[in-house]
């Protein structure tokens, strides 16, 4: 496996203002550093980065034995493997190795550097943290082992490597960025390491507000969950072994414990100037959650060009080639012939079901409309809703001229209530299958087989429990393909569903029964029917592409960071130097910096 040619020279980096860090980032599909939705986004944020030449770097962990392989027997019993990889023999070495102290001992950490090359060839260089150095603890070298494995003590070891190990090797490296970006809580221990660096060897005891204010000048925090259990969280007990007593106890001091416990969002709200959920209700619900800070919202998007069907990236080459660079050129859909995406569309159509074919054995018929589900399999995600009255569901099946659906999905290891979902769907599956209803389970969703069915199924679609759904992003890589979405109206789908347009609304209830009601109601009454007319459907298919991949997007989403969190348009050209094209344009216009807001920035550039 060569990911990286040793052609490329290593950057330079002393001009990289930003740098983002998470705990898992897709970046490649045979690279096991992630594990959903949190990774893909990471991953897609920093290729929208090197495409748009933006001064970034990123940090996370190398995570050798990944996150894991997915098995499902014939009953959908799940088991799972590791993904073992070996960075020595794929990536080459940043230069330095940093020495931390947790738990008491020293540990040393080092990094492999996997470079995102953009359109235009700019380099964002992402630094894997890696323990697994001869001299450390042989425990502390399996600690960049696990994505989300092993206990609370394990994470939040991870949790300070990612964070101080990062800010030390970021540090050593000669990289000196003006912004820290923290996507989701997993990392926010790098406010610690800034604080000890605005300290100058000084004691943290000694920390002043003015320091804590000198550390928020240069943290951004992105929360990703309204789910309460994916904010982590640590006894204090944990907290004083692992960090040691000075930063344990600076970290009760500041105030940065909830409820008697450690917990990395509360940290990351204290210490970032700029806090955002993941889409605009995501971000009032935030907002609710954490009343005594200001949290903005900043919708997801995804990655263009890594989620266009091969056949629509052709298509679009040939007739919008700026699209690559620009993409508000999708708005240009609709210029082109809706013949020409329906054929895009039917292309991958026709791969998934080969793919399907080769898996399973099962033969999918490409004229028969299909269904595609497909996400971390967590209650709150309701995989079954779909299935909810599966009579119905057969009938509606033989009323439409027939009636496929994929599923697939991950439940996390520990998670037993979700393993029990998918045997649930397997046991449908097998119940309900006949010549007019076809459903399918596929092994192990990762990043090719979340593209196949984003590319291949005709509706995408989503039945989270609201407000669970922070954003979502699967339905957005189905929109850039011309796939509308049946969902509740709940994340990105608030923003993106246009009724009989963009795809459909499953209305609210009071109960599931009234949820799945709605679903077989515009199953069969909406969905069907337009199916039944190419011509209509090709018209809802460009509209998907126009009016939703044109915005869903990371190159729109990273620009808002730039203009609303990494440099507020009042100051960046002041304090850093850098200026987005946004900023650039206005910057002719109104070439008066606010003096007052400069002071956000700190004047080290
Ligand atoms: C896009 C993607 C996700 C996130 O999708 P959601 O809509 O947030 O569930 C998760 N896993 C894989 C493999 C993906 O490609």
């Not at 596929?442 to 954003?471: C, F, H, I, K, M």
Request: negative net charge; aromatic residues 8%; hydrophobic residues 40%.
């Amino acid at each position: 496996m060569s990911l990286v040619s040793s052609s490329y020279p290593a950057p330079d980096l002393s001009n990289r203002t930003i740098a983002y860090f998470s705990m898992e980032i897709a970046l490649s599909p045979s690279l096991p550093t992630y594990s959903g939705g949190l990774g893909m986004l990471a991953g897609d944020t920093l290729r929208s980065g090197a495409d748009t030449s933006a001064p970034m770097v990123a940090v996370s962990l190398a995570h050798r034995r990944g996150y894991f392989r997915q098995h499902l027997d014939s009953v959908g019993q799940q088991t799972e493997t590791d993904v073992p990889w070996s960075p020595e023999t794929t990536l080459p070495q940043a230069g330095e190795t940093v020495t931390l102290s947790l738990q008491g001992r020293e540990i040393q950490v080092r990094a492999w550097r996997f470079d995102v090359i953009g359109v235009t060839g700019h380099i964002l260089p992402v630094f894997l943290l890696d323990t697994d150095i001869e001299g450390n603890d042989p425990w502390d070298r399996r600690l960049t082992d696990h994505l989300y494995g092993g206990d609370t003590y394990y994470r939040l070891c991870q949790e300070a490597v990612l964070g101080l190990g990062g800010i030390a090797i970021l540090s050593a490296l000669g990289v000196k960025p003006q912004v820290h970006h923290m996507n989701e809580g997993h990392a926010a221990l790098l406010a610690l390491a800034l604080l000890e660096t605005q300290l100058q060897g000084g004691s943290l005891r000694d920390a002043t507000e003015a320091d804590i204010q000198a550390v928020r000048r240069q943290c951004v925090f992105t929360t990703h969950t309204p789910v309460p259990a994916g904010h982590d969280q640590f006894g204090l007990d944990q907290m004083y072994q692992v960090l040691g007593h000075e930063r344990a106890s600076a970290i009760e001091r500041i105030g940065c414990l909830h409820n008697g416990l450690m917990n990395m969002t509360y940290i990351a709200l204290r210490f970032s100037r700029y806090v955002n959920g993941v889409a605009m209700q995501h971000g009032k619900v935030s907002q609710q959650m954490f009343p005594e800070y200001p949290v903005h919202s900043i919708t997801n998007g995804v990655h263009a060009a890594t989620w266009l069907s091969r056949a629509f990236q052709e298509l679009l080459d040939d007739q919008v080639p700026a699209w690559r660079t620009d993409n508000q050129y999708f708005r240009s859909v609709y210029g082109i012939d809706p013949a020409l995406v329906a054929h895009a569309h039917l292309k991958g159509k026709l791969s998934l079901f080969r793919t399907i074919a080769q898996r399973t054995g099962l033969k999918f018929n490409p004229t028969v409309l299909t269904l595609g589900f497909a996400r971390r399999v967590a209650t709150y995600k309701r995989a079954s809703l779909l299935l909810h009255d599966p009579k119905r569901l057969v009938a509606i099946a033989e009323k439409i001229g027939g009636l496929q659906i994929v599923y697939a999905g991950k439940a996390h290891p520990a998670d037993n209530a979700g393993k029990g979902l998918i045997r649930d769907v397997f046991a449908a599956a097998s119940r309900l299958s006949s010549s007019a209803l076809k459903i399918v389970y596929l092994e192990n969703y990762d990043w090719d087989l979340g593209a196949a069915l984003t590319q291949g199924v005709d509706v995408w679609v989503n039945t989270p429990r609201r407000p669970y759904e922070a954003s979502g992003t699967s339905g957005m890589k189905a929109a850039l393909n011309g796939v509308p979405s049946l969902s509740i109206l709940d994340g990105w789908w608030i923003e993106g569903c246009a009724e009989n347009i963009t795809g459909w609304a499953i209305e609210d209830g009071d109960s599931e029964e009234a949820e799945a009601n709605s679903l077989y109601e515009k199953l069969q009454h909406s969905i069907a029917p337009l199916y039944a007319n190419p011509t209509a459907w090709a018209a809802m298919q460009r509209h998907c592409i126009a009016i939703n991949g044109a915005f869903f997007n990371t190159h729109r989403m990273l620009e808002q960071y730039f203009t609303s969190a990494y440099f507020p348009i009042e100051t960046s050209s002041v304090a850093t130097g850098y200026q987005s094209p946004l900023q650039r344009r206005r910057a002719t216009d109104d070439p008066a910096p606010n003096s007052s807001q400069a002071s956000l920035i700190p004047a080290t550039a």
